[in-house]
Nanobody, 121 residues
Framework: QVQLVESGGGLVVAGGSLRLSCAAS????????IGWFRQVPGKEREFVAS????????YYGGSVKGRFAISRDNGKNTVYLQMNSLKPEVTAVYYC??????????????WGQGTQVTVSS
C-alpha cells in the first residue's frame, strides 16, 4: 500500500511558478507510476501529467505541455510537478495518485489529499 502527501500549493500571481511535491510512503516506490490530476469544484477531474516508475516515460495533458514538467526522485520517494508561466485557469486542487505498474489493468488506486493552487490575475 502507498500513502501520498502533496505539498507546495499556494497563491501565485499569473506568470509565476510553483513546484508541487508528492511524497510517498513505502519501500517499493519505484513500482508505481505517479500521476497528477486537478479538479475544480463542479467539474470533472482532469489529467495533468504522469511518470512511470523508472522515470523513463512521461505523459502530459494537452493544456499543460510545454509549461509543466513532471519528475521523480526514487531515492526520496517523491514526485515533483514544476509549473511555469501559470495562468488563472489552472487554479484547482491538485492531487497525486499512484498506480502499481506490476499489476495489469489497474488504475490509480492510491490518492493524496490534494493541495490548492490559486493563480491570481
Amino acid at each position: 500500500q502507498v500513502q501520498l502527501v502533496e505539498s507546495g500549493g499556494g497563491l501565485v500571481v499569473a506568470g509565476g511558478s510553483l513546484r508541487l511535491s508528492c511524497a510517498a510512503s513505502g519501500r517499493t516506490f519505484s513500482r508505481y507510476a505517479i500521476g497528477w490530476f486537478r479538479q475544480v469544484p463542479g467539474k470533472e477531474r482532469e489529467f495533468v501529467a504522469s511518470i512511470s516508475g523508472s522515470g523513463g516515460s512521461l505523459y502530459y495533458g494537452g493544456s499543460v505541455k510545454g509549461r509543466f514538467a513532471i519528475s521523480r526522485d526514487n531515492g526520496k520517494n517523491t514526485v515533483y510537478l514544476q509549473m511555469n508561466s501559470l495562468k488563472p485557469e489552472v487554479t484547482a486542487v491538485y492531487y497525486c495518485a499512484a498506480r502499481n505498474e506490476r499489476l495489469p489493468n489497474t488504475g490509480y488506486d492510491y490518492w493524496g489529499q490534494g493541495t490548492q493552487v490559486t493563480v491570481s490575475s
